[in-house]
């Protein structure tokens, strides 16, 4: 049976390089990667894992810990981890935390504990100090995405300045009944993004000096079908109805899309809606948001995890080394399309 000498003779590059590129490595070129990969399978040649794994303390595999797999978001972001993962190499395991206190406590206690992981990325997680301590009592590198986590490197959006920008869009339109669709109470206990989207919505309405009333912020979780209900509550009991409706999620904002035309509302003439995160319905259904990219987000938590597991990190310029700062902004776009105009009272008005 060929060995690695044998792959690097065929490939023309060292031993060493081979090594790298076949473990999965970040710090080998594209081409070399390619080379090596394309002269073991010519020779036939399978790396021990067991062997690489004695040899070098790592298990090639990366723990991911998701509150709920079935949210388009989270499953984004998997795809994202998945194909970085196996692109280099490396084994995924999934850990869905779901809605269930004790699962989340067995996973977050018990499995990732004494499991032989490389590193684990945390997705959108409200964690305790002790939590975080557990996580990191792992001893291998830690990756959170949606929000800081104490001693581990991070990759975020700024969510609460996202939504001031969104709700702004809505006042330099010119409307000043503007409702928000936030997320329930449920869901604020383990995210954090509802209660940084409603800050900045709240900022903003402030900075304005516009009313912020109680009956236009409406609660649902973050679906379609939860955004639909809750704009028919909405819509079809304010005593005075609001011209704009700033959704904390895109799904969210086409259920409200949905809910107004039952009223026989039209989308912008009558109403503006305007969301967050750039779902893939957003363009079918011409909705204004702010698109986030978890796809994106999670290929660099990925690149992250592994280069910090090689003692160096990658940027979200495209895996460049970065500066020694562990927290990421991830790019964002706000992209206007039709379902925002200027509020109905003033769109006869000659300028």
Known sequence: MPGIKEVASRAGLSVATVSRALSGKTNVSSRSRRLAQEAAN?????????????????SHNLGLVVPNVQRWY?????????ETLLDAGYDLTLYNV????????SILTDFLLRKRLDAVIAVALVLSEEEIGQLLAVHRPMVGIGGALPGASTIRIDDEGLASMATRHLIGLGHTRIAHLTGATELTRDFKL??????????AIAAAGLALK??????ADFTIQGGYAAGRRLLGSAAERPTAVFAASDEMAVG?????????????????VVGIDGHDLAETFGLTTVSQDPRGQGKLAASTALALLDGARVDADGGRPAAAAQD?????????????????DTA???D
Do not use: C
């Not at 010519?42 to 790592?58: I, K, W």
């Not at 109680?214 to 609660?219: A, F, G, H, L, Y």
């Open 194 to 203: 509802p209660r940084l989207r409603q800050r900045g919505f709240a900022a």
């Open 74 to 82: 989270f499953s984004s972001v998997l795809e994202g981890v998945s």
């Open 214 to 219: 109680p009956e236009w912020q409406v609660t």
């Open 256 to 272: 409200i899309m949905l809910a107004a035309r039952d009223f026989g509302l039209q989308v912008p003439q009558d109403l503006s």
């Open 328 to 344: 990421q902004e991830y790019p964002t776009e706000f992209v206007i399309r039709h379902s925002t105009a200027v509020p109905p």
């Open 42 to 58: 010519e020779l036939g040649f399978v790396p021990s894992y067991h062997a690489s794994s004695l040899a070098s303390g790592r």
């Open 98 to 105: 779901g809605e269930q206190p004790e699962r989340r406590n």
């Open 348 to 350: 006869g008005r000659p």
